[in-house]
Nanobody, 115 residues
Framework: QAQVQESGGGLVQAGGSLRLSCAAS????????MAWYRQAPGNRRQLVAQ???????NYADSVKGRFAMSRDNSKGTVYLQMNSLKPEDTAVYYC?????????WGQGTQVTVSS
């Protein structure tokens, strides 16, 4: 049974930093593309960052230069380092593990950035 679990959300002031973690189990982690999405109230879920099985990353334009995604295959975990946070980064952040034919989502973690 595949499981994806996010952690690390919280309340931070604008300009501050947070690091989100996402642990996946029940899958061959190293083969999966991992991604972070976020959804603010009233908005659709949007891709924030993605890392492929070979470590290639890509980012939404709105977070480029501020966020960095990494993976540790030995721990089955990905991270999202978020710096220079802005109030518009406030959202529920979701982790997704995907491979051709399968995708698994976590329950999300709330990130709130106060101005």
């Amino acid at each position: 049974q595949a499981q994806v679990q996010e952690s690390g959300g919280g309340l931070v002031q604008a300009g501050g930093s947070l690091r989100l973690s996402c642990a996946a189990s029940g899958i061959t982690f190293s083969l999966y593309t991992m991604a972070w999405y976020r959804q603010a109230p009233g908005n659709r879920r949007q891709l924030v960052a993605q890392i492929t099985s070979d470590g290639t990353t890509n980012y939404a334009d709105s977070v480029k230069g501020r966020f960095a995604m990494s993976r540790d295959n030995s721990k089955g975990t990905v991270y999202l380092q978020m710096n220079s946070l802005k109030p518009e980064d406030t959202a529920v952040y979701y982790c997704r593990a995907a491979i051709v034919g399968s995708a698994y989502w976590g329950q999300g973690t709330q990130v709130t950035v106060s101005s």
